[in-house]
């Protein structure tokens, strides 16, 4: 086994041989699978509290607009 020394010829990486980085297709279609699943759980928490924010900016209205307790006479 010959390894690298100077004036040796390089051994071509595996990225230069055009193989895959690691692990089979499958691990990576799992990977994408997860991140598509952080987004949209970043996206929905992002979307709750925009609907959080609005609804306590929102005014509350008051008792005597409530409608009349006693009858007007």
Do not use: N
Request: charged share 25%.
């Amino acid at each position: 086994m010959a390894q690298e020394y100077s004036g040796s010829p390089r051994k071509k990486h595996r990225h230069d041989l055009g193989q895959e980085d690691h692990g089979p297709k499958l691990a990576a279609g799992t990977t994408r699978a997860i991140q598509i699943l952080l987004g949209l759980w970043i996206a929905l928490t992002l979307c709750f509290v925009m609907y959080a924010v609005v609804d306590a900016s929102r005014p509350k209205p008051d008792r005597s607009d409530s409608g009349p307790s006693a009858p007007v006479r």
